[in-house]
């Protein structure tokens, strides 16, 4: 599964790395986890307001951490 | 694998909730209606300093203010996390995407007010507006209001001044941004903008980040923010309320008057000060307050708090990344010069 987080290094966005990061090592999921941080590019996916999830390039949260449970449904959801 | 911990939900029980958040109300109520009597009863009875000394008046105000700018920032916010958890800049753009300038001024300027954003989003929300198609005067409208006209701003002038005051400032702010933002998109400035922002293309598919929230996850967000927001602000708050109660207490209401003169200098030195300054509404606020109570008029103190907390290096800084140097000298000269007037014409009236 490939990962993206998206943010430009405000608080909630080191938040929402570590939380999957923790949700990936939780599921022993095989994932790649990417740091985008160019504007440019966060901007390119549509999102203007991070911190932001992309999941195989969905994005699937903008704008707020998710709930650890919440995000753990959203990662065991993607094959 | 053992993944229990993380699937299970928190424990949140929603039959509970509102009995809980009933319960938080009645005492927030309490506490706040009991404050000054409590604090002059712990300052002045139980402690037994004198309220017609400066160390008593000055601690007395430190230990009052500080408790009903904490019980209001509480309140307030939690309420208006919740209600703006309703919004979303994705709603914003799209309510904006092909306006005209003017009316868009207009609507840019309000959405500015009660879209929940944070300054730390500004580069990609600038990206996303203007290459959907946002004219760029728009934009700034925007960007200007978001910060200018805050909730944190809102409460603390609700508190200290009364609703009058509180209404001019949100009246005052939103018509700065939506004049300094019709005021750049005449000057057709977006040769100065760096051209990748026109060359984006958006591939993603925009997700409406306030669909699809529960009641829980609206109280949750509430609960969070009065956190995170509190945690940010408290040295600032202390300090501001600090060097209010210092001045409260020791210096002369005939320093002021001797050295700002409420005539034609004042708000220029007012903005002057505040654009380098930075700070939030919450650590500034205390200081304009004994600042106004000490004879400064309320054009000078409102000119100074708005130059402080709409213009500041760090968002600059950010937006050095798709604006280039005269956009931004021009931006900061025209908000300035915008706050400048709404002094004057604060101090002409009031």
Request: proline share 5%.
């Amino acid at each position: 599964m490939d990962i993206k987080i998206l943010g430009t290094g405000c608080a909630k966005c080191q938040k929402l790395e570590q939380l999957t990061r923790e949700v990936v090592a939780a599921l022993a999921l095989d994932a790649t986890i990417d740091k985008v941080t160019d504007p440019g590019e966060i901007a390119a996916w549509g999102v203007m307001a991070t911190p932001a999830l992309i999941l195989d390039d969905r994005v699937v949260a903008a704008g707020r951490v998710p709930s650890a449970a919440d995000l753990t449904a959203l990662l065991a959801g993607t094959p | 694998m053992n993944t229990s911990a993380l699937v299970e939900h928190p424990v949140r029980s929603s039959a509970r909730r509102p009995l809980l958040l009933a319960g938080a109300a009645v005492l927030w109520i309490v506490a706040y209606r009991v404050n000054l009597r409590w604090w002059d009863w712990v300052v002045y009875d139980v402690a037994g300093l004198d309220p017609d000394t400066r160390l008593g008046s000055a601690v007395h105000f430190f230990l009052y203010d500080t408790t009903k700018i904490a019980l209001l920032l509480t309140g307030v916010i939690f309420v208006v996390t919740i209600a703006r958890s309703f919004m979303s800049v994705e709603r914003t753009r799209a309510l904006l995407g092909g306006r005209r300038e003017g009316v868009g001024n207009v609507v840019a300027a309000g959405l500015g007010v009660v879209t929940p954003f944070c300054s730390c989003s500004a580069v990609p929300a600038f990206i996303g507006f203007v290459a959907a198609g946002v004219p760029l005067g728009v934009t700034m409208s925007f960007l200007i209001a978001s910060p200018l006209v805050n909730e944190i701003a809102i409460v603390m002038l609700l508190g200290l001044f009364g609703w009058k005051i509180t209404v001019l400032y949100i009246v005052g702010g939103t018509t700065i941004a939506v004049v300094a933002g019709y005021v750049l998109g005449r000057l057709r400035l977006e040769k100065w903008v760096e051209p990748f922002v026109f060359e984006t293309r958006l591939h993603g598919e925009p997700i409406d980040s306030s669909a699809q929230l529960t009641w829980d996850d609206r109280i949750d967000m509430g609960i969070e923010e009065v956190r995170t927001i509190l945690l940010k602000i408290w040295p600032y708050l202390l300090v501001g309320i600090g060097l209010g109660a210092a001045i409260h207490g020791w210096v002369p209401e005939q320093w002021i008057a001797d050295h700002a003169t409420s005539g034609l200098w004042g708000v220029l030195v007012a903005v002057g000060l505040g654009v380098p300054l930075y700070s939030n509404a919450a650590g500034i606020l205390p200081l304009v307050e004994t600042l106004h109570d000490k004879g400064l008029p309320m054009g000078t103190v409102l000119a100074f708090m708005m130059s402080v907390v709409a213009l500041s290096m760090p968002e600059m800084v950010l937006l050095r990344r798709v604006l280039k140097k005269p956009l931004i000298v021009t931006y900061v000269a025209v908000v300035a010069t915008g706050i400048l007037a709404i002094g004057y014409l604060f101090n002409l009236v009031l």
